[in-house]
């Protein structure tokens, strides 16, 4: 099992930065498996900023040079640095580790909300 817990979401004015954190543990937790997902409302669940199976990392074309995730392996903590916020990055965000063939999501965290303010 493994658990994760989001922190860091807030309300930010548009052109504002946050940064989110997931704080993992369990006995099944890989930080090489991590990502970010995004959910606004009335829209789908999608993949922001994650780490690949060859070690790069993987952005949405929306978040890309803005964004940036990264992590502490010392502190099982993965980050996503979010710089100029815009409205349509509005959402809850959740942390989520992949399976080993990076094919699926096999845990979710609770989510953190962020809302940008125009």
């Known amino acids: 099992q493994v658990q994760l817990v989001e922190s860091g979401g807030g309300l930010v004015q548009a052109g504002g930065s946050l940064r989110l954190s997931c704080a993992a543990s369990g006995s099944t937790f890989s930080i090489n498996r991590m990502g970010w997902y995004r959910q606004a409302p009335g829209k789908q669940r999608e993949l922001v900023a994650r780490?690949?199976?060859?070690?790069?990392?993987n952005y949405a074309a929306s978040v890309t040079g803005r964004f940036t995730i990264s992590r502490d392996n010392a502190k099982n903590t993965v980050y996503l640095q979010m710089n100029g916020l815009k409205p349509e990055d509005t959402a809850v965000y959740y942390c989520?580790?992949?399976?080993?063939?990076?094919?699926?999501?096999?845990?979710w965290g609770q989510g953190t909300q962020v809302t940008v303010s125009s």
């Open positions: 989520a580790q992949l399976n080993t063939r990076f094919s699926r999501v096999d845990y």
């Open positions: 780490f690949s199976s060859a070690g790069t990392t």
